[in-house]
């Protein structure tokens, strides 16, 4: 039997590169860096906790008017589901715009429309700055945005799925692969289709990774497989998929986005 806990949370990401290296000039929409003394620097990504980076990110970008840094901010928060609650402003250094030194709402939507606002007027940077949007917006996101994010999408049938058994593509007869800790968002539908290349059988199973609940299966005589439910909450689910035929198989795990 092989198991898997994907490494989601290794990929390199436009949030990880800027964070720990601040950008000096992109474009013709970004300002060079402020040199004032009294400016506080900013710290790096390791010492800071997620809801932070993207708070100093933010300060940064803002000070800058570079719509780049807010969007890596924006991703920061897409990647951790900060709230408005949680951080309703973010104190900064004061810019023109803001001479009471504080940024709007530390929230993605508020981030992604302030990048646009500055974008704006440069259609190089704007066309830039919409296609980093598209990677971090979607309303219809299963798979928490953290982890498929850097994995491969299929389109089936007019819905975007990302490829969660990437790098093990072929099963042999009675092996089971175990795919740990694959994260749903919470309140949403959730998918799990598994599709062969039809010659044998394969079986699913997918299991509350907190308690191990049975959550469905699909143990019909095809090689693809389905199995549908919707959240109470974030968490995480197990995904166990057996060839019981006697021909090896090639084959997609999808998980919904």
């Keep these: 039997m092989r198991r898997l806990i994907p490494s989601f949370g290794a990929r390199f990401t436009l949030a990880a590169a800027l964070a720990g290296v601040l950008v000096t000039s992109v474009g013709a929409a970004d300002k ?22 993207a708070a ?8 800058r008017k570079s719509p780049l840094l807010l969007l890596a901010a924006a991703e920061i928060l897409a990647d951790h589901k900060v709230s408005e609650r949680s951080a309703d402003k973010v104190e900064g250094k004061g ?3 803001n001479p009471d030194g504080q940024l709007p709402g530390l929230d ?42 850097g994995l491969e999408s299929i389109e089936v049938e007019g ?6 058994n990437e790098g093990l593509d072929q099963i042999d007869p009675g092996e089971t692969l175990t795919l740990e800790n694959v994260v749903f968002e919470g309140g949403l539908p959730a998918t799990i289709l598994v599709v ?13 990774g907190d308690n191990g609940a049975l959550i469905g299966s699909d143990t019909d005589s095809s090689s693809v497989c389905i199995t549908n439910w919707t959240t109470r909450y974030e968490g995480p689910f197990t995904i166990v998929v057996k060839n019981v035929g006697n021909i090896y198989e090639r084959f997609y795990v999808l998980a919904n986005w």
Excluded: C, F, H
Excluded at 46 to 51: A, E, Y
Excluded at 159 to 164: E, G, L, S
Excluded at 196 to 208: F, H, I, K, S
């Design 196 to 208: 062969g290349d039809g010659d044998g059988d394969l079986d699913l199973w997918v299991y509350d």
């Design 56 to 63: 100093e990110l933010a300060i940064q970008g803002e000070n």
């Design 95 to 97: 810019t023109g715009d």
């Design 108 to 149: 993605m939507q508020t981030l992604i429309d302030r990048a646009r606002e500055l974008a704006k007027g440069n259609a190089e940077m704007e066309k830039a700055v919409e296609a980093m949007i598209s990677t971090i917006e979607s309303d219809s996101r299963g798979l928490v945005y953290r982890q498929g994010k």
């Design 32 to 53: 060079p860096a402020n040199t004032d003394p009294d400016k506080a620097e900013m710290k790096s990504a390791s010492d800071l906790s997620p809801t932070a980076t």
């Design 159 to 164: 819905v975007t799925y990302k490829v969660v």
